[in-house]
């Protein structure tokens, strides 16, 4: 057999390589607790809050005040309960119970203290179902739907007037202040239940239109309007923003039809000065509701890496529950959350900016929003520094590209006002179909990105406004 000689002793070869080997395991973790230690050494300290940081949280510590009795949000809380129910004492008693959820408190659907009841819809008027599936917008279809469903309007009003009521009463709730879910187990508002509201309000308001009953018409749209505007310039979270976009663009397409069906001459006395009112700064603007979306994911970073659940954030999908915990706390002391949350302030404040221009600008801003949300990181990308290591992952790895859409959804809203006023306007004049194109292009009012005339549709017999939002949710069509 092979041996070595050492002082007069044989030494197995296959005993030297085990000594190679401990020595090299040896050093490796010698290695590796020695970098370990210098990264703790390298991330001791988080750095204090940034100016955009601190700028964030004045901006939401300082939101208007609202008592829970002016607070549409704290009633929208409650909209959903059964008819016989309060929706206020509802919606206290549910935003009071989002307050208290916390990472490690249960949580159960079941311990809702509001739920929500849906079950009006089933009872509701096939008649019914089909105007409120054709109209989802003011399209031709529901024109015709409307035109011939007057009798079921009005039965489906009387069938579902404690929600018209209801939403009535939401609608003259002078403030809208949020409590912004920290949690994303709290439940969202039910706004499905809400919109059915504006949908029977809408209803209501096309019945007054066939009686022309102009100032009846008049006091629900400017209603339903004013809300949905103070909304969508006073939303702290995302998904209400959209909803008021969503509502405003159903409003002035179906609000259409309403003054439609009002005699020429007095259409436009059914029109609410909101109409004509151009979108403010702060209807547009997306800074407040993405300061919302900032507190948000700063408490589910915060939240998810010290108990060892980081990993969802990457979708790395694994059930090793005890390497989740003993992996996610060997990184904690490589996360730096301030600096982490500095940066992620930065980034929606430069985006916010990007897209804060005036609209024949937009195009450009959005396309700079989206290369901001895109490359969130630049500088600072994942392994390039020792600081805050699993910060720049978490940051690169949740690139917000997601967001730079909205700025579009947003301002489409003021085109799909324009493309409603003028509308009206050239059927009070009771201009011929035939000489619609040439109106709209002697017409001063015009399309907001590129200062070109509306679109007229000879087939749909409509206005057209086709605005930065994608795909076929950008076109909005206005019957004449």
Request: aromatic share 10%.
């Amino acid at each position: 057999m092979e041996t070595d000689s050492c002082e007069g002793m044989a030494v197995p070869i296959w005993k030297r390589i085990l000594k190679w080997l401990a020595w090299l395991v040896g050093g490796t973790l010698t290695l590796a607790v020695v970098a370990y230690l210098v990264l703790l050494v390298i991330n001791w300290r988080d750095v204090p809050p940034s100016e955009s940081a601190r700028r964030l949280e004045a901006l939401y510590r300082n939101r208007p005040a609202a008592s829970d009795a002016d607070n549409g949000y704290v009633y929208v809380m409650g909209f959903s309960v059964a008819a016989d129910a309060d929706p206020q004492a509802a919606g206290i008693r549910r935003v009071e119970w989002i307050r208290k959820i916390t990472p490690q408190s249960r949580y159960s659907s079941a311990d809702d203290p509001a739920p929500g009841d849906s079950s009006y819809r089933s009872s509701r008027l096939p008649s019914a179902k089909q105007i409120v599936d054709v109209c989802q917008a003011g399209s031709g279809k529901c024109a015709l739907a409307l035109e011939g469903g007057e009798d079921t309007l009005r039965e489906w009003i009387g069938d579902e007037k404690w929600l018209l009521d209801r939403y009535r009463t939401l609608l003259h709730r002078p403030g809208w202040l949020e409590t912004v879910p920290l949690d994303i187990r709290a439940p969202l508002p039910a706004y499905a239940t809400v919109l059915d509201g504006q949908r029977l309000l809408l209803a209501q308001a096309y019945v007054f239109a066939k009686e022309k009953n102009a100032a009846g018409v008049r006091e629900l749209l400017g209603d339903d309007v004013r809300f949905w505007r103070h909304v969508l310039a006073s939303s702290d979270i995302l998904i209400t923003k959209m909803i008021a976009v969503a509502a405003l663009h159903r409003h002035f397409s179906v609000g259409n039809l309403v003054l439609r069906r009002l005699p020429a001459q007095t259409e436009l006395q059914g029109m609410p000065p909101e109409w004509t009112t151009p979108m403010t700064d702060d209807e547009r603007s997306l800074l407040r509701t993405f300061t919302g979306e900032w507190m948000f994911g700063d408490s589910l970073i915060r939240d998810a890496l010290p108990s060892g659940s980081w990993h969802a954030l990457l979708d790395f999908n694994t059930d090793e529950r005890f390497i989740d915990k003993l992996s996610g706390r060997l990184l904690v002391p490589f996360f730096q959350p301030q600096e982490t949350s500095n940066r992620r302030a930065t980034m929606f404040i430069r985006a916010t900016e990007a897209m804060s221009v005036p609209f024949e600008k937009l195009p450009a801003g959005l396309a700079q929003a989206g290369t901001i949300f895109k490359q969130p990181g630049a500088g600072n990308r994942p392994f390039t520094r020792l600081y805050n290591p699993v910060g720049d992952l978490l940051f690169n790895a949740a690139a917000e590209e997601g967001f730079s859409p909205y700025g579009a959804r947003v301002a489409d809203v003021e085109g799909s006002r324009r493309a409603a006023v003028l509308s009206a306007n050239l059927r009070n004049r009771k201009v011929d179909v035939q000489k619609i194109s040439a109106e709209l292009a002697a017409s001063e009012i015009r399309a907001p990105y590129d200062g070109k005339p509306f679109e007229w549709d000879v087939g749909e017999q409509a206005i057209v406004f086709v605005g930065l939002e994608r795909n076929e949710r950008g076109r909005h069509a206005f019957k004449y």
